[in-house]
């Protein structure tokens, strides 16, 4: 994929979310709350680690929250998510090395 121009003409190409952090990642929801195309979703770690749908957000069957990729075909690279995660957990690709890769 090319750049593409902005409104006004500046170039810009599209960075898309391609994975997330369940280690550095602290489940606090900034990400989501700015998507709002359900890119990614809370999830729980279990205390063998692994990571676990949430029945309830109160259960206490888990030992933390993070955000998980939920629909990874719907980002559309505005790049808002990376801009408000205070961890920097989140891996962007830019378009055109997404299909260098065939992804």
Do not use: S
């Not at 994929?1 to 006004?8: G, L, N």
């Not at 602290?26 to 279990?46: A, F, S």
């Not at 980002?75 to 055109?96: L, M, W, Y």
């Amino acid at each position: 994929m090319d750049e593409k121009a902005t409104r006004d003409g500046r170039m810009w190409e599209p960075e898309f979310l391609t994975a997330i952090d369940p280690d550095t990642c602290i489940g606090c929801g900034r990400c989501y709350k700015v998507c709002g195309r359900d890119v990614m979703t809370l999830k729980g770690v279990n205390h063998d680690g692994d990571i676990v749908e949430l029945e309830d957000e109160d259960d206490d069957d888990f030992d933390r929250k993070v955000m998980a990729m939920n629909d990874i075909g719907a980002c559309i690279g505005c790049g808002a998510c990376a801009r408000v995660c205070p961890k920097d957990c989140q891996t962007h690709t830019k378009a055109g090395e997404l299909e260098e890769i065939g992804a």
